[in-house]
């Protein structure tokens, strides 16, 4: 009887272990170079082709702006899942490159985030201005090209180092019988309501994991 007993219990341990295993992102490739945090997001103004979504309750348009890159240190990661744009955009992931991306600088920065906003605070010892702050960190807007991108960027933690591409977009449908529309900043030198990327995210870089 004891040995029957023993093999019921290791069996759904086993069970959840493949179940558990299912849900990790699957690597494209591997990429053997460093992600450099030091550089600047690269943005190139494009004509690309509107992709459509259908979503719960409508459907909506996303339309390239930009081609966009950026290699930065994650400071805040935050999930949603309500209304359309949680649907549509379900993960913002706060960002900075730069100097900001030092650790040995956050003792001074602290970074926070809440209804879709993101906001820091700085002690008066710091060596950075508000500018460089606006201009070094930013508030990403989320929308997975696919399940597996979705993955990815839910792996990410805190302090790690990501590689993202893909586009600023707008997006313009409509959801419960109305017009709805959010629309990605183009500069990284804003701050305040609008000031935040709408990502459409297409490849992950983490460590030397490649994600697509």
């Avoid at 460093?34 to 309750?57: F, L």
């Avoid at 183009?186 to 990502?199: A, H, M």
């Amino acid at each position: 009887m004891l040995k029957k007993v023993t093999i019921l219990l290791i069996l759904p341990i086993i069970s959840l272990t493949l179940l558990a295993g299912c849900e990790k992102p699957q690597v494209a490739r591997e990429e053997f170079s460093e992600i450099d945090i030091t550089q600047e997001p690269v943005q190139v103004q494009i004509s690309a082709e509107p992709i459509p979504r259908k979503i719960k309750d409508g459907e909506v348009t996303i339309t390239p702006l930009a081609k966009y890159a950026i290699s930065a240190v994650v400071v805040g990661k935050k999930s949603y899942s309500n209304g359309w744009t949680g649907e549509i955009a379900p993960v913002d992931i706060a960002l900075v490159w730069g100097r900001l991306a030092d650790p040995k600088y956050d003792k001074y920065i602290s970074y926070g985030q809440s209804d879709r906003w993101y906001f820091y605070e700085y002690k008066p010892e710091s060596p950075f201005t508000n500018q460089y702050i606006i201009t070094h960190s930013a508030n990403n807007h989320i929308i997975p090209a696919n399940e597996n991108i979705h993955m990815a960027i839910k792996a990410v933690s805190k302090k790690e180092k990501v590689h993202l591409e893909g586009y600023l977009v707008k997006i313009t449908g409509h959801y419960k019988g109305g017009n709805v529309w959010w629309n990605s900043s183009l500069t990284r030198s804003d701050s305040g309501d609008g000031s935040c990327e709408v990502f459409y995210v297409k490849s992950v870089k983490i460590g030397y994991n490649v994600y697509e």
